[in-house]
């Protein structure tokens, strides 16, 4: 077990084992996907990740190249990178993470910011009957 060494601004989710994190929402690809233990999210990156050495996997889109992701700080199995595809067609997965939302939590600044926006909208308002 390590360390987490990365930390995200925004909107970001988190391993559900440690509450490391992992991405930020604005990295997600694609929701549409399905990981072993159901729906998962598509991530341009992810940071608080250790690979498995690559090895040939069956998935529900064709034989790819994978590496199985865990987190840094918890050891808790994630999801998949994409090393390589069979598909001309899914080249953009490539160097792209496959985490399983099961795994994950949305950090609580989720709420802070929607917290400050409505602040924010509040005060406005109030500014505006004045």
Same mark, same amino acid.
């Given at each position: 077990m390590g360390k987490f060494t990365e930390y995200l601004d925004g909107k970001? +989710? =988190?391993c559900i084992g440690c509450r490391s994190n992992l991405a930020r929402h604005t990295d997600i690809v694609s929701k549409q996907y399905e990981g072993n233990?159901?729906?998962a999210y598509l991530f341009r990156n992810a940071v608080?990740?250790?690979c498995s050495p690559p090895k040939c996997e069956q998935l +529900? =889109?064709?034989n790819h190249t994978v590496s199985t992701i865990s987190c840094v700080t918890c050891s808790y199995q994630l999801g998949w990178k994409y090393v390589r595809v069979s598909s001309p067609r899914q080249?953009?997965?490539?160097?792209?993470?496959l985490i399983e939302s099961a795994y994950t939590i949305k950090e609580?600044?989720?709420e802070?910011?929607?917290s400050n926006t409505l602040l924010k909208l509040q005060r406005k308002n109030s500014l505006?009957?004045?």
């Open positions: 970001v +989710y =988190s233990s159901g729906p608080n990740v250790r +529900y =889109s064709g080249k953009y997965k490539e160097g792209t993470y609580n600044r989720w802070e910011q929607f505006e009957r004045t």
